[in-house]
């Protein structure tokens, strides 16, 4: 088998899923070729068919989903055609798949080392001890600390990041020819996902096998793959060498993948603070997560909250909305200040500061229509009931950019931007002066992500609100604030205006922070890498 | 210490507890209970005087409250206090210790409680491991269907047709049940495996559904469909990847069960006549016998709690977060 070998073909691939009594197409007809060592980005929003025809690249289909037509074939063999016995025994050996969430992916109950090299062990690849020496070679490879203790740990006593580079060695371990990689890095924050970047493509060269690379981020797919496929609605959009991509995407849809990247704000006039924290210490229990934290907030502004996870961004949010009183410091709004408590709030102070948050699904009664989860807020803050608060519910239903329709809606039959906007609504609805919104588009896709934000940013010019926006994702802080602030570990690491904060020189932490975000540069890893190793 | 130990003292103090809370919860329903045994033994026929002289001798003359610390404190001592039958009011008295009218009955009781759940125990967790394993199969339906069967009869019908079954039509066991503390071991369990064969057919079912549901339900976790991507086969996911992370809900329902079959068997013992511990507390409330019926209550309450924390420490032994703490 020469290098340059067909590895896998799959020809006019068609797969349907059964949901609502009947089966829809996912995949329409896709052709994807794969030589020996090559790694193919595949890219789309949710529900593009991306992470089906992954799957299906194993032979692979989840359960309530067929393939209806089409060839796979995989180093000459049909694996469409295989019995479920027969390509089990591709599984775990010839092919393997790293999952996007490996805290979830990984089965409580064994200790890392045993799920490494389970399949390298059952398929007689190598016997026991062999398999398990060479999975620290590979911890190691993967600069995992501490290689040759940690697979005795249990997934739960591990890091994220490291239990996805725990995830790639276990997909190396019995050396297949290809693997899957869907969306590894989406769960990860950016300063996490540059290391677990750098480890995959190093092991993956290393070792010359092929790989299907799933995401959505086009950024990160430049840096893993050599060519890149764009997927929508089951159908491929256009493919192309990773550069050329980058350098002249040829259809519209692909250029609009990046949009959020190209929103703007238009700079605001300069008004006093509204919300200003002073000093505030906070503590879960006896873990202390906010330090002196002091932030400032103009009316009419948006500031933008950025840092990683465990940075104490959300708990600002619960200090400043009376949900965890700090233990020290102040909260002073529009000239006031706060009680600390919430329940020592009076019914006005808490109409001024609403919250939206990340997860629209959960943060919604599921059994509640539109009309009531938007009338109770206009029912309990403002005392409108009857015909005036269905005209209301009405009003803010066009303010969101919804009609009428969807007033006896429950949240299940919304689609994601849409819940994202009943929950913008329900806010606006106590017509407060101050809006949190807690990673309010992290979970939803570029396109979506980008309506809701230039719907908030409406909003804020024509009711002139203050927003403070949560968010780990640089590219939407750039698009959409007028001033930043960078937390981590507890601590306000800086606060000015955004072209201040991005522009150098940083403190170290935003410098880190700001260089981890990929770039559209298919030579930005290696080049960020080279940079800090000199360093 | 290792935080399973601290957890593990921690639940066995809210075991005590909530013991007490019962005992205060028996006491009082006991206090509710209409006439008490002064009436009763005495009859309608007895003067004011006469009663109120035997309550008296007996104790019941007391405020409630004295009567409770009296019997908690005994209790704590070891003293279950004395039986009232026996006693009459001609001031003969011929009665005896609570707990040595108990103890034979107690140890009739666990016997057959032990022996239904060797037999049933393991038969729920092979068949509900297999439904798991072939659901959806036609052996997940039979298996399914039949333990639904015997579980939507009364027991006493299912005691019944057992009956019919296996002493009437094919004479294979003894209908009565009748063992004493002489009957040797072997005649013991054939003498009780009839009863037993009814409560393992009473029993099964619950056992066997919560272990298939527990283990389904984990079929839908990432970590299943990346076991199957890994190549395991159908045995090795349930048995090696679902499995070990079921036990906690399979012994929160085992424990359940076993705890009913100390408690709840007095309709299979009646059928049978074997003299197990529920016929002598509904015999004790009959004849307002209450210091046995209170020691009747207390002893299923520690059963109960007993097999729960036995349950809770299962639970966390066999997950790892809390075995191996960060």
Known sequence: MSKNDILLDIKNLKIEGFSDEKWHPIVKGVDLTLRRGQIMGLIGESGAGKSTLGLAAMGYTQP????????????????????????????GNRITYVAQSAAASFNPAHRLIDQTTASTIRFGIKPETEAKADAVTLYDALNLPNPNMIGNRYPHQVSGGQLQRVMTAMAMSPRPDLIVFDEPTTALDVTTQVEVLTAMRKVVEEFNTAAIYITHDLAVVAQMADFIKVLRHGNEVEEAPTRDMLSAPKE??????????????DPIKEQAPILEIKNIDASYSKVKVLNDVNISVPRGSTVAVVGESGSGKSTTARVITGLLPPMTGSIEFDGSTLPNKLEDRTKEQKRRIQMIYQ???TAMNPRQTVREIIGRPLEFYLGLSGAAREKRVVELLKMIELDERFIDRLPSELSGGQKQRICIARALAAEPDFIICDEVTSALDQIVQEGILKLLMRLQKELNLTYLFITHDISTVKAISDQ??????GQVVEQGKKDDVFSPPHPEYTELLLSSVPEMDPDWLTNLNKVRQAS | MHPIVATVIQRLFLGIATLFVVSIIIFSSIEMLPGDFGQAVLGQ????????AFRKELGLDKPAYIRYFDWVAGVIQGDLGTSFSGRAASGVDRSRPVAELIAPRLWNTLFLAGMTAIIAVPLALFLGIT???????????????????TISFPEFFVAYILILLLTALWPVFPSLANIDVSTPLGERIYRSALPALTLTLVI????????????INLLANPY????????ATQREVILKHALPNAWAPIATVIAFNLAYLVVGVVVVEVVFVYPGVGQLMVDSVTSRDIPVVQACALIFAITYIFLNLLADIIGIITNPRLLHPK
């Open chain 2, 224 to 231: 299943i469909q990346m076991a199957r991507l890994s190549g």
């Open chain 1, 359 to 361: 997860m629209a699904d």
């Open chain 2, 45 to 52: 026929a007895a003067t004011e005087e006469t009663v109120a």
């Open chain 1, 64 to 91: 309530g989903c067929r393939i209806t037509s089409g060839e796979i074939m995989f180093d000459g063999v049909d694996l469409a055609k295989l019995s479920e016995g027969k390509k089990r025994e591709y599984w």
């Open chain 2, 131 to 149: 439904a798991a394993l072939y659901r959806n199969t036609y052996y997940d339906k039979i298996v399914s269907a039949s333990t639904l069967t």
């Open chain 1, 484 to 489: 930043v602030v960078v937390m981590n570990l």
């Open chain 1, 252 to 265: 519209d849809y692909t250029k609009s993948l990046w949009s959020v990247r190209a929103l703007e704000k």
């Open chain 2, 204 to 215: 099964v079912a619950h056992m066997m559904r919560m272990t298939r549901a527990a283990i």
